[in-house]
Each structure stands twice: as structure tokens, then as C-alpha cells.
């Protein structure tokens, strides 16, 4: 049964993930295989990035046929056969739906190219103005968002690569389409949902040039997301009690999310937004570099947090993903203090209120790749970005890619300090990070206090302490510069979490009559008063007149 704020999801890219049979890319068998690891540490719910068949241009979120799996992959069967042996272990498995596009390869699209008016409705065509692009919006992955069918007379949209066609929601068809999409996949067992990029599927009625030059915001949050939202609901998932749905929410604002999430608009269960990941953007541009700053992303959490909250919505709580460089090499320390701040940052996060969400190797600290030359990239948009940039010198877009790219995410996953981290005998489809031999699997679990059993703690205490799930937030401010303390407050219990966020020592007020419930300098005594380097402590206090 879902229990949104006191259950962990884990998210796989299956393709790094683990190969079952020594092959480049990791299968839907090597996540089977290692289920035992997963519910080792514990997690509920076990989201997968795309597995349908797709031509992989954008690593599956370019979907060829919903209804099939990648043979890259696997089988049907494969699928059936996690999906039962999750169950057996408590852990249902969500699945990536990419609904605002389709890859060009989709039958749809096929059709409509080949200009089937009715396909062609399933997507966006527009006729040239002024003899060029319909609009000047910009795709997400660089260049312009409009592909001319020379055929055809016609532009097609695409809010991403040129091989992912935007569908049209407007198109009834299109939507009943989707929706046994889900049917189909909910009957088989599926327990959970991730829309990708979902409040860009409501297109405006006009289309129109966007001052900004970008078009960001004339499709972003559109006029009918919620009515689509609220459809989609009540047609397929709301049926079902135990379904568990979070939405990509890109740029989006708190209004949106409150009502996205707030279970009275019978819409998503939660949703990822991004502000607090773009703290270390130089005027909000992610191909740049800048320290991140601390007071931002601290006043972010505070409002999220606090607004979410009072409008009854529900956060995603993450730091990671498939599409974000590694925390503990953006916000810690992957050298001196790795240990120490990785788990600081996971104490900083799992704490506040909403639901959890641990990205594969997190919960060992792995970090950025490392990858000096193009060649070890295989990111379309970090290749892209490499040569849209010809006025950039190699060795300033070098820098910027070894700090941004989405390959820093996408490196296999540790298992053990063999040839190829343990995750296939073969050579990887991108290359293994050389910290393998002493960030893996077989380490962390060798090793009482390693990362890897903090984030099991972390998960555990969700279900044990009320006040860590339904606690109400309150910030601390004042605090020492880097320091973020905060306390959550439920009926009579307290909790009371200080973290510092520096490589220095730092002051916080420590509270006499709290005793200590987690810290993350393990048996080593800590300092009332006082916190060392990327130290993490949270304190409890239960008491009958609170
Ligand atoms: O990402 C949505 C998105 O907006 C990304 O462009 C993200 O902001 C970017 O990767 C940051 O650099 C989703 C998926 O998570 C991503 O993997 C897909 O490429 C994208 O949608 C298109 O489906």
C-alpha cells in the first residue's frame, strides 16, 4: 500500500545498471539479479528509465512502441518475471512514461510523415511563415525546436532532438491512446509512474513567437494541463489505490505544483522540480560554471518546503537523477571528505518532508565521470552542445562538460573493483569511473558505517518516526554561513537538524535537553557546539507537553 511520505523510491537507468549476460548495456535480468541488493537497503518502489523499444537517441526517452520492450533490453517475460520477483520482495516497480513525444520512428509518425491527415493530427505540423521556421522557440537540446518536411511543406515541432516529435494533446484520439498506455501496463503490475517533462504537453491555441526567444513560455504549464492531468487520472491510474505517480515538472512554479500534487485535484502524487538544481547556473544557463550558492538553494528548500506544504501538496525530495551531474561532486566533496558529505547531503535531504528518491550509486557517493575527450561521451546533448559551440575553446567546453554533462549520471554502476566495475564483462557502453576499485558495492557492504548503510538508516527512520514523515517544516535561520538547520514538529515529537554544508568547522546552538538520533561521523564523539567538516547531526526530542 503507498504511504507517499514514508516510502523511498530508487531509480535505475537500467542501461548502466547491470548486464545479466556480459553484454555493453545493462538488461531488465540485471535488475532481477540484484533485487536482493535492493531490498537490502530497503527501498519500496523501483523507477526505471524508458525500457520500450526505441532507436536509443536519447537513451529510450525517444519511444518507438509503448507496448514493447527494447530487445536490448530484454523480453516481455523479462519484464513479468521483475515485476513478480519484485513483488515477492515488497517492491513494486514504476515505469518511465515519455508523453509529450514520441521518437520519429513510432508508427504514428510514420504515418503522419508519409501525410495521413489523421497521424498527422496526432502531432504538431505547421505550415512556413514568411517562408521559414513557424516560431522561434529553441529545442531543449540546442538549435531550433521546428524540422521542415521538405515533402510536405511542413515544420514539425519537437521540443527536444529532431527525432522526438511532440504529440498533439489537443487530439482526443491522442489522449485515449496514451491512457491504455497505462491501462495496459497497470494490468500487468505495474505499481508507479514517472511522466516525463508532463506540464509541457498543454501546446497554446497560437502559435506565436516567445519574447524570450526560447518558447519556454508558451508551452510550459499550458492553459489545459490540469484538465489533462485530471483526465488521465480518473481514466486510468485513479482507479487503482496503490498507484504511486511523480511528474517532471520542467520550470515550473509552486501554484502548479501545489495543485498537481494536492490529493483533492486527483492529479499526480508528487512531482520533481528543478530550482534547487540550478543554483550553480550563471543566468539560469546550464552550460556554464559558477559555485553554487548556498543562501539560494537554502531559501529555495524554505519555500518549497513551506508553500508545498501549506497548499497540502507533496515534494519530491532528490538530489540525483539520470540528468544531473553527482552530488557529492556538485554540493560535497568527492576527495577529502566523500564519505562525510555524501552523507550529510543525503541527512539534509531525506529529512524534510515529501517522498524520497535515491538515483543509482548514490548511495555508495559515486561521482562525476571524470571523461576528458568528447570521444567518452555519448549524451546527445552534451555532444550536441560541443559542437553548437565553435566560438568556445575545447578546453573551456571541456570544463564545462566534466561539471555539467548528463554522462556524469550515466557512468555503469559500481559493483566491485573488477575490469568493468562488475557490471558486465564486457566493455560498457560508456566508460566505468576510475574510482571503481575503492566506491563500490562490494566495499559498501563490507564496511559497517559505509554510505551505503547511512542511506539504509535514512529509510528506515522514515518508517519508524512519524514526525520524519508527516512533520511539519520550519527553517532555522541565523545560522553560521553553510550551516542549514531545520526542525520538523509533530504532535510531541521534535526533530532538529543541523548540517554543515562547508569543508570548515561551524557553530549551530546545540540544544541540552535533545538526545542525539543520527550522526554521520559514526562512533566518533560529536562536538556540542560545534560541527566538523560536512558534518551532519539530527536530534530528537519527544515530550508530553509539547
Ligand atoms: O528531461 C527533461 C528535461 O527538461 C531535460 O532537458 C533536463 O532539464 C536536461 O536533461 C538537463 O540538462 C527528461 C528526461 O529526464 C531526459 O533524460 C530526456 O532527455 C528528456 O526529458 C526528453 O525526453
Not at 535505475?12 to 556480459?22: A, M, N, Q
Not at 540484484?34 to 531490498?39: A, E, G, P, R, T
Not at 498506455?181 to 516567445?210: A, C, M, T
Not at 528548500?301 to 508553500?307: D, L, P
Amino acid at each position: 500500500m503507498k504511504d507517499i511520505f514514508k516510502q523511498c523510491i530508487y531509480q535505475i537507468y537500467p542501461k548502466s545498471f547491470y548486464s545479466s549476460c556480459g553484454k555493453a548495456t545493462g538488461d531488465i535480468k540485471g535488475i532481477t539479479q540484484k533485487l536482493d541488493y535492493l531490498s537490502l537497503l530497503g527501498v519500496d518502489y523501483i523507477w526505471i528509465t524508458p525500457i520500450f523499444l526505441s532507436p536509443q537517441n536519447d537513451n529510450g526517452y525517444d519511444v518507438a512502441d509503448y507496448y514493447q520492450i527494447d530487445p536490448a533490453y530484454g523480453t516481455m517475460q523479462d519484464v513479468d518475471e521483475l515485476i513478480q520477483k519484485a513483488k515477492e520482495k515488497q517492491i513494486g516497480i514504476m515505469f518511465d512514461m515519455v508523453f509529450n513525444h514520441t521518437s520519429t520512428n513510432h508508427v504514428w509518425f510514420q504515418k503522419a510523415i508519409q501525410g495521413d491527415p489523421e497521424y498527422m493530427d496526432y502531432y504538431i505540423f505547421k505550415d512556413p511563415v514568411d517562408g521559414g521556421e513557424p516560431t522561434n522557440w529553441q529545442s531543449k537540446f540546442g538549435g531550433s525546436s521546428w524540422e521542415y518536411v521538405e515533402h510536405l511543406d511542413k515544420y514539425y515541432l519537437h521540443l527536444f532532438d529532431k527525432t522526438q516529435a511532440d504529440l498533439n494533446w489537443k487530439n482526443e484520439n491522442v489522449r485515449k491512446a496514451l491512457h491504455a498506455v497505462l491501462d495496459f501496463w497497470l494490468e500487468k503490475g505495474i505499481k508507479g509512474f514517472r511522466f516525463d517533462v508532463i506540464n509541457l504537453i498543454s501546446k497554446p491555441d497560437v502559435y506565436r513567437n516567445d519574447d524570450f526567444g526560447d518558447g519556454k513560455s508558451m508551452y510550459t504549464d499550458g492553459k489545459r494541463i490540469h484538465e489533462f492531468l485530471k483526465e488521465m487520472h480518473e481514466e486510468t491510474f485513479g482507479k487503482y489505490e496503490d498507484i504511486v505517480t511523480v511528474g517532471e515538472m520542467s520550470a515550473t512554479s509552486i501554484d502548479y505544483c501545489i495543485q498537481y500534487t494536492n490529493p483533492q485535484s486527483h492529479e499526480l502524487d508528487t512531482v520533481f522540480n528543478f530550482h534547487h538544481l540550478k543554483v550553480d547556473y550563471q543566468d539560469n544557463q546550464k552550460w556554464s560554471l559558477k559555485p553554487y550558492d548556498f543562501d539560494m538553494i537554502m531559501q529555495l528548500f524554505e519555500t518549497w518546503q513551506t508553500r508545498i506544504d501549506q497548499g497540502g501538496g507533496v515534494n519530491a525530495l532528490f538530489w540525483c537523477n539520470h540528468d544531473q551531474p553527482r552530488v557529492v561532486s556538485r554540493f560535497g566533496d568527492d576527495q577529502i571528505y566523500r564519505e562525510e558529505s555524501v552523507k550529510m547531503l543525503a541527512t539534509a535531504m531525506h529529512f524534510m518532508k515529501g517522498m524520497p528518491y535515491i538515483y543509482q550509486g548514490e548511495e555508495l557517493g559515486m561521482s562525476n565521470a571524470g571523461f576528458t575527450t568528447i570521444e567518452e561521451y555519448r549524451d546527445v546533448e552534451s555532444i550536441n552542445y560541443f559542437h553548437m559551440h565553435p566560438e568556445l575553446s575545447d578546453t573551456e567546453k571541456y570544463k564545462i562538460l566534466k561539471a555539467k554533462s548528463r554522462d556524469n549520471a550515466r557512468t555503469p554502476m559500481q559493483w566491485d573493483a573488477s575490469i568493468y566495475g562488475g557490471f558486465s564483462t564486457a566493455k560498457p557502453w560508456i566508460d566505468v569511473c576510475k574510482n571503481k576499485n575503492y566506491i563500490n558495492v562490494e566495499k559498501a557492504i563490507a564496511k559497517k558505517d559505509s554510505t551505503f548503510y547511512y542511506y539504509q538508516k535514512l529509510i528506515q527512520l522514515r518508517k519508524e518516526y512519524d514526525v520524519m514523515a508527516y512533520g511539519t517544516y520550519h527553517i532555522l535561520k541565523n545560522q553560521e554561513n553553510m550551516v542549514y538547520a531545520y526542525e520538523r514538529t509533530y504532535e510531541n515529537e521534535v526533530l532538529y537538524v543541523v548540517c554543515n554544508f562547508s569543508a570548515e568547522s561551524r557553530l549551530y546552538e546545540h540544544r541540552e535537553e535533545y538526545a542525539l538520533l543520527l550522526g554521520n561521523y559514526n562512533s566518533i564523539a560529536y562536538k556540542k557546539g560545534m560541527l566538523r567538516p560536512y558534518e551532519a547531526l539530527v536530534f530528537y526530542r519527544k515530550d508530553d507537553e509539547l
